[in-house]
């Protein structure tokens, strides 16, 4: 394992957490161009109907996830996320979920050890490492 990688848990890691407030205002802009997700989040916010559940994600760490990602919490989900792919990390995204203490494991450019690494802290959710209960995955990678 590369000196960058522990066993021990960490809320995040990410390539830079000073992109966040980039990430964010990104954000911000891509959510008027997400009617569907805005209209989930306005629907069903108050009534929490995710409550209790804890999601891992494994897709492209974008602005469009991000949206998607602080959807699911909106709703009530625990989510914590990786990407799927070594080089799709959108480093301003990923810094913007870090910041909102959603813990995500993504940077452009990881090494296939690292990558590995992000997978494994998504299998299981938080410090006390609960399992999960619903993965969004689109490449199987967290199966």
């Given at each position: ?8 848990y ?14 964010r ?55 914590t ?9 959108q ?46 995955d ?6």
């Open positions: 394992m590369s000196t960058t990688m522990t066993t021990e960490l809320p995040y890691k990410v390539k830079d957490i000073s992109l966040a407030e980039w990430g205002k990104e954000i911000r802009l891509a959510e008027a161009e997400m009617p569907g997700l805005m209209a989930l989040r306005a629907k069903y916010a108050g009534e929490k109907p995710l409550a209790g559940s804890r999601v891992a994600g494994c897709l492209h760490m974008t602005i469009q996830t991000a949206v998607l990602i602080e959807t699911l919490v909106d709703l009530g989900a625990d989510v996320w990786s990407s799927c792919n070594i080089f799709s990390t480093d301003h995204a990923a810094a913007a979920i870090a910041a909102a203490g959603i813990p995500v494991y993504a940077w452009k450019g990881m090494t296939e050890e690292e990558f590995e690494w992000c997978i494994r802290q998504t299998l299981f959710f938080g410090a006390e490492r609960k399992p999960l209960n619903l993965i969004l689109d490449g199987g990678d967290l199966t």
